[in-house]
């Protein structure tokens, strides 16, 4: 309900059908980044309300992020694993026109296949199979 709410101005507006095609540029310009940020702070703070038990509790998480923020973020991956995180990133952003991020067609198809089993090993060596978390639409 609360992403239908924010997406009910921009359709009653006209204006949700406005970036369709991404612009065929390496960076975004600081309108594009500007949106960018918001979409993703507006996503994320609605996904507080998503996980919280009561509407109160989603309101005082948030408040604890802007008042009692205790030093910045933890990072407990390796360097390696933070590089791997920034690459796919960069593939997800430099191919965002195309259907899939990892559609390389460049590449022949050996290196292409190669490229992708690679990508299997590190999820699977550096997943992390030790913790069991409950499905989180199990608590509905």
């Known amino acids: 309900?609360?992403?239908?709410?924010?997406?009910?101005?921009?359709?009653?507006?006209?204006r949700n059908r406005t970036f369709i095609e991404p612009v065929p540029?390496?960076?975004p310009c600081l309108k594009e980044g500007l949106m960018i940020i918001t979409t993703f702070l507006i996503v994320s703070l609605s996904w507080v309300f998503f996980r919280a038990e009561s509407i109160s509790e989603a309101f005082m998480i948030l408040q604890r992020i802007a008042t009692k923020w205790e030093g910045g973020a933890r990072f407990?991956?390796?360097?390696?694993?933070l590089l791997f995180i920034g690459m796919m990133l960069a593939a997800e952003w430099i191919n965002r026109h195309k259907e899939h991020p990892l559609q390389i067609p460049r590449l022949s198809p050996p290196l292409r296949w190669a490229t992708y089993y690679a990508l299997f090993a590190i999820i699977y060596f550096f997943g992390?199979?030790?913790?069991?978390?409950?499905?989180?639409?199990?608590?509905?």
């Open 1 to 14: 309900i609360l992403h239908a709410t924010l997406f009910l101005p921009l359709l009653l507006l006209g």
């Open 25 to 27: 540029r390496i960076v």
């Open 76 to 81: 407990d991956l390796p360097g390696f694993l």
């Open 128 to 140: 992390n199979y030790q913790t069991q978390y409950d499905f989180i639409y199990f608590q509905f």
